[in-house]
């Protein structure tokens, strides 16, 4: 079973930074694709950032390209985002899943808030 627990959000002004942790609890995160998805008030749900697991490639949507960092830590089971230069847009509730997600196991989720 696929369990994830986000964190690291909070309230940032404008061309801050926040790093997102997203701690896993399955025994395959080292041999599986993950994402990092964000859904603004509404909006759907999207895809933010991806990093594979066969050679931790990555992918970016393009309206975060050039300022946020997806990575992964193995051994600890946990995947981050490095968010830099926040912007308002930015604001929503960031979620971690495996890419293409499992519809079952989205977490809370951790709330992300840039005032301009």
């Known amino acids: 079973q696929v369990q994830l627990v986000e964190s690291g959000g909070g309230l940032v002004q404008a061309g801050g930074s926040l790093r997102l942790s997203c701690a896993a609890s399955?025994?395959?995160?080292?041999?599986?694709?993950m994402g990092w998805f964000r859904q603004a008030p509404g909006n759907e749900r999207e895809l933010v950032a991806g990093?594979?697991?066969?050679?931790?490639?990555?992918y970016y949507a393009n309206a975060v390209k050039g300022r946020f960092t997806i990575s992964r830590d193995n051994p600890k089971n946990t995947l981050y985002l490095q968010m830099n230069s926040l912007k308002p847009e930015d604001t929503a509730v960031y979620y971690c899943n495996t890419n293409p997600p499992h519809e079952d196991s989205w977490g809370q989720g951790t709330q992300v808030t840039v005032s301009s």
């Open positions: 399955f025994r395959t995160f080292s041999a599986t694709t």
């Open positions: 990093i594979a697991w066969i050679d931790s490639n990555t």
